[in-house]
């Protein structure tokens, strides 16, 4: 098997693709520009529109104002603790790139954005993913609180609620990796420990707009610390030993990287500068 990379002449002239054929690097762009291309992002489009079917459909079917607002807080509530156990025991466990038919799913959803935190494209989750478990996580409470004459209307007020909530996270966790000082002393201590998450130990600090759960679970951590730098911070432990056993990462990835993502090279290619497609192995 040998590793092939794309010519430059092979890698097309971005100004001519449609937006978001285009690679987008939150670490070179602009608050402003980061709104336009988060409303522009076929997921947000996607969540909002949903949000706004599942309000009508509250009007249809209303549960009880009190028992309402019980629903919505509940997703409230829940979303932390569902999303922390998510990104802690699914995304950064080490079984999801051992089984064939989960690789792929794991690649897309995790190991990208830590190949490459500022990565806008792969930053945003997965619908097939996040939408079956905001439903999850959320309509049964709902479902549960709406009462005996308000159940659809529940549901559909906690399920809007997780997933208003998921596009809240989205859009701070892109401010997290925007090139940015934020003014506000909450959004820098979230960006400081997401950051830290990413470029210093990736065992820790889940939380993405809320770190109580890691507080509770032992999760929570701040640069001082943790002394030394994880060597698996960018490949959340998944390196050429694994790959001989579990291939299917490192082959729909055209190889294996694990240092900072400005400064290294994969397959002869800078990130910045890789293709749309990566590069696969050919025999």
Sequence with gaps: MSQTSASPSATPDESQLSFWKRSHFLDRMTLRQLVSAYFQHYTIVVYLALAAALVVGWIFFPAPPLRTLGAVAAALLVYPLVWHLLHQYVLHGQWMYRIKPLASTWKRIHYD????????????????????????????????????NGRIGGACAAFAAGILTTCYYEFMHCIQHLSFKPKWKWVQFQKQRHNEHHYFDEDGNFGITNYAFDRILGTYYEKKDRPQRSETVFNLGYNEDVAVHYPWVKELSGGIASGHPRRRTMSGVMPDKAPSSPPKNTN
């Design 113 to 148: 954005h830590h190949q490459d935190p500022n990565h806008l494209e792969v930053l945003f989750g997965a619908l097939h993913t996040t939408l079956p478990t905001i439903l999850i996580a959320t309509a049964p409470i709902g479902w549960l609180i709406g009462g005996p």
